[in-house]
């Protein structure tokens, strides 16, 4: 009775107190969307996938959409003054008050020191967040090259409810079509083998050195993408409880 209680204090407490900053890094396919999910579920907090972002403005032809529309199918990065001003405009909606979790920013050096500089702008009292100080938490994935070129290509999402298949380790139950709510698949047409090798090279170039960016600052976490989604969430969970934020 008394672990009953004390459990679901935890778990209150996770979804209303301020979470901060916190970053999964990792390759295409690393599992990076899977677990932000989770962690946006356990927390309460937005998952900010700027993959996503794009995306949508892309099918929405907005301006910005326009502008990435090309690019995004061939594997290369989008400018980082576009994105950021992306992300600026995304974690300044009061849903990201207590925090949010970052998929897929940042992707470049450059785009890690406008992140600081913004978190610094928003302890300065230009924003609302009162976590504008708090160093991020970087979770990393690491798999293997060849476990990603499957995982990639194999990837197919529901466009319903957004849940991530893989023909290979994750089938649905009914081929093409969702568990949940029996939406019709869609293969992203960057998941196809040629452009994921470009994704990959790019990754390699402008976003490892992130890793050392990152341990410099003493606030990254590796975890061994390549365990059940659950053992790995798991492991993310421990890392945001445990780490010293100050
Ligand atoms: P993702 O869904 O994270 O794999 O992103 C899909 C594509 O969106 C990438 O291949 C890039 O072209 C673009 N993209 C996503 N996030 C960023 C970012 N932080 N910086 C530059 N380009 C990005």
Redesign the pocket.
């Known amino acids: 009775m008394k672990a009953q209680t004390s459990s679901s204090a935890l778990s209150v407490a996770r979804t209303e107190r301020v979470v901060g900053t916190i970053i999964v890094l990792g390759p ?1 396919g690393a599992g ?2 899977t677990q932000a999910k989770l962690i946006s579920a356990a927390y309460g907090i937005p998952q900010v ?4 972002l ?2 949508d403005n892309v099918a929405r032809g907005t301006e910005l959409g326009l502008k ?1 529309k090309a ?2 199918g ?7 003054d576009l ?1 950021c001003d992306m992300v600026s405009e995304r974690l300044g909606r009061p849903d990201c008050d207590r925090g949010y979790i970052l ?6 050096v450059v ?1 890690a020191e406008w992140l600081n500089r913004y978190l610094k702008s928003r302890q300065s009292g230009n924003g609302t967040a009162p976590f504008g100080g708090m160093t991020p938490i970087v979770i990393r994935l690491v798999v293997e090259y060849n476990r990603l070129l499957q995982r990639i290509t194999g990837r197919r999402s529901c466009p319903t409810c957004g849940r991530i298949y893989n023909v290979y380790f994750q089938p649905p139950k009914v081929e093409g079509i969702c568990d949940v709510d029996g939406g019709r698949f869609v293969v ?1 047409p ?1 998941d196809t083998e040629e452009v994921v090798v470009e ?1 990959l090279k ?1 990754y390699e170039k402008l976003t490892l050195p992130l890793v050392d960016y990152y341990h410099t600052k003493g606030r990254l976490v590796e975890i061994n993408g390549d365990q059940p989604v659950e053992l790995i969430a798991a492991q993310a969970f421990n890392a945001i409880e445990n780490v010293n934020r100050l």
């Open positions: 295409p990076k969307g996938s700027t993959g996503d794009l995306r990435v690019l995004l061939s594997g290369g990065l989008v400018d980082d994105v998929d897929g920013f940042p992707r470049t785009q992203r960057d994704r790019a």
